[in-house]
């Protein structure tokens, strides 16, 4: 290992890297309440109206989780307190 | 359009130093905006007529379609809280379209949503209070009082939750806007972000503007019932 800050800035892009990949389980979520909430509307077209309401919020909620990955994907990328550390470490 | 939140200029008050950034000076535009399309609707509000024809027609159809939505969501009781709410709708809305003349939007700054997340925690501590009192406070301790710690993050991390979900959505449009802007060549922007610029202003924004509003009404319903 000759230039310990390049490391810490790989591994930063690699950690960026898997917090991102709570998309994957993210999106499941997602598609099951939209393709739940289509079978529930083409059995109760009636009850369409306060389904899509419910379905936008639900939808809103599981989103949460991929938000918050991406979140501290871009903290990784351009506010990463290691490298501040480092940087005072090495002086 | 940048990745950073510039800092226009700096003021000192009382040996504090403060900084007026982007986000604040293009909240200002939108507040200005807001003002003047509200003072024009006080001015017209005289000339009011019985048949609505116009620019009165389009105010009322507003004010009665939100209306309508506040008590759908949170029921005739407490649908006296429907004018702040409209206010954030308006503030929030407006902003996310603020990013189309090319500008940063102030949502994209999680002061600004943080701010407004914040206010409607307060909002909902203070319609707990004066809806159920003793009640309320209660319910903090249930099942058993060991469990305070607990209810109290959990009504605390709201939100914070709120607030990221509308500064991730906003940030993300604007990171790839500018992206497209800055790696691109002249010839093929023009145009040709104005879809970007419609998917991730207009339609995330004004879902992302729908979804906060929807659930802080569901807090404050929650905790007022």
Redesign the interface.
Known sequence: MQDPLAFVIAIAHIAAAIALLNGITTTFGQAKIASQALESMARQPEAADSIR?TM??GL?LS??SG??G??IA?IML?ANPLVTILLNYLG | MGLEIDNLWRIEIFGHEFWITETIVNTWFIMLFLIIVAIIARIKLRKFKEVPSGFQNAIEAVIEIFENFVKSTVGEKLSYIAPWFFMVFMLLLWSALFSIFGLRPPTADWATTFAMAFVSLVLMFYMGFKHRKGDYLKEFFEPHYIFFPMNLIGELAKPVSLSFRLFGNMLSGTIIITLYYALTPMLVQVGIPSILHAFFDVIIGALQTYIFVILSLMYVKTAAE
């Open positions: 309401t936008f919020v809103a989103e949460t938000i918050y991406l979140l871009i351009f």
